[in-house]
């Protein structure tokens, strides 16, 4: 597919981070297809519902440039009085490596 470029998005959530990845000709497009191939069920306190809010308001507000960061976006969307903090990086997939997951928690 031509044209299209790999984007990891990093969604913090009621206490909660999720990251998954998807392949899109644009940060807006990637946005969309991102919120639309979400796994609900492993994100606490999503549901359909919230989905559905979800994918409308990124399809609404498109993400905005992080200041000082090449190719680094951020958005963010009200899902049942929760704010869902949304950031989009485009990644190199050629360049990338794969690590199996782990059962400790990540820390910063």
Known sequence: MSGMLFYTFIMNYAGGTYISQVKAPSEK????????????????????????????????????????????????????????LINLVQTDRKKATRRRASKGRASA
Request: glycine letters at 12%; aromatic letters at 6%; charged letters at 20%.
């Open 29 to 84: 497009s990637a946005c969309v297809k991102w919120a639309q191939r979400l796994e609900v069920s492993q994100i606490q306190g999503l549901g359909p519902k919230g989905q559905a809010s979800l994918i409308e308001q990124v399809k609404d507000d498109p993400p905005g440039p992080l200041d000082g960061t090449l190719n680094a976006w951020c958005t963010g969307a009200i899902v049942h009085g929760k704010f869902a």
